[in-house]
Nanobody
Framework: QVQLVESGGGLVQAGGSLRLSCAAS????????MGWFRQAPKGEREFVAA????????YYADSVKGRSTISRDNAKNTVYLQMNSLKPEDTAVYYC???????????????WGQGTQVTVSS
């Protein structure tokens, strides 16, 4: 079992930055791929970024590539999502999730946090 708690969301103006954190507790955090997903109002949950267990491989959705960086600190059981040059269309609830595979498919993530709201004003 892995428990995930996101933090760092908030209200920011367009062009600003936020750093989301996801603290994990439970077993074997360092053995999981960690991902970030988001869900906008009336939208479907979509993949944002993923990082392999070692941190050696990262993947991004085209919509955030070049503006976001996913990283992890296995000693602290924490994964981060640094988001820069934020746009109003980035407004969503952001979720972190854990998977045994490196994938962008939400159905392959077995553990999810409760989400943190990010609102970008124009």
């Amino acid at each position: 079992q892995v428990q995930l708690v996101e933090s760092g969301g908030g209200l920011v103006q367009a062009g600003g930055s936020l750093r989301l954190s996801c603290a994990a507790s439970g077993r074997s955090f360092s053995s999981y791929t960690m991902g970030w997903f988001r869900q906008a109002p009336k939208g479907e949950r979509e993949f944002v970024a993923a990082i392999s267990w070692s941190g050696g491989r990262t993947y991004y959705a085209d919509s955030v590539k070049g503006r976001s960086t996913i990283s992890r600190d296995n000693a602290k059981n924490t994964v981060y999502l640094q988001m820069n040059s934020l746009k109003p269309e980035d407004t969503a609830v952001y979720y972190c999730a854990a998977s045994i595979r490196i994938t962008g498919r939400s159905e392959e993530y077995g553990y999810w946090g409760q989400g943190t709201q990010v609102t970008v004003s124009s």
